[in-house]
């Protein structure tokens, strides 16, 4: 269960009630000022990520190793949005849970994750296979490498 939902509010009231207790009126002034500024700041920072996500393709990440490597349980999904600075591509139905998102770079690497409730419980990163043209390349680059010079 999500007690965010609750706590907030309960908190907010009970920081306004504590400044109606302790200042009269100028505290909650002051209270209720300083809650608005908290939502601004929380306003402020979706919209610039949202705005820096809206400049980029979706589903783009500059390398699926990295965002592999820095994504960790529980972050929500504006987190994951603000490491990318793009929207993921959609593969879950609009308003299912849990709700999927895959983010691919420009070797074919991609990321999968899966957000249960906006908060990322799995991932899954693939990276493209290797074409038979490349590997027989790298392993003639290695043969000649090793090969012990003649003299």
């Not at 007690?3 to 207790?21: C, D, E, K």
């Not at 609009?94 to 906006?118: H, L, R």
Request: hydrophobic residues 45%; charged residues 15%.
């Amino acid at each position: 269960m999500n007690f965010s939902r609750f706590l907030i509010p309960i908190g907010v009231v009970l920081f306004v009630a504590g400044a109606w207790q302790q200042y009269q009126w100028a505290g909650v002034a002051v209270a209720s000022g300083a809650v608005v500024m908290w939502i601004l700041l929380h306003f402020t920072r979706m919209v610039t990520v949202l705005s820096r996500a809206a400049n980029r393709p979706v589903g783009h990440v500059g390398s699926a190793v990295m965002l592999n490597a820095k994504l960790k349980k529980g972050v929500n999904l504006m987190h994951v949005i603000a490491m990318t600075k793009s929207l993921g591509e959609r593969l879950s139905e609009q308003n299912a849970q849990p709700e999927v998102f895959k983010w691919t770079d420009t070797g074919d690497s991609y990321v999968i994750c899966t957000f249960q409730q906006g908060k990322l419980t799995a991932w899954d990163m693939t990276r493209p296979p290797e074409s038979s043209a490349e590997a027989t390349s790298d392993e003639r680059s290695k043969a000649t490498s090793q090969t012990p010079l003649a003299s």
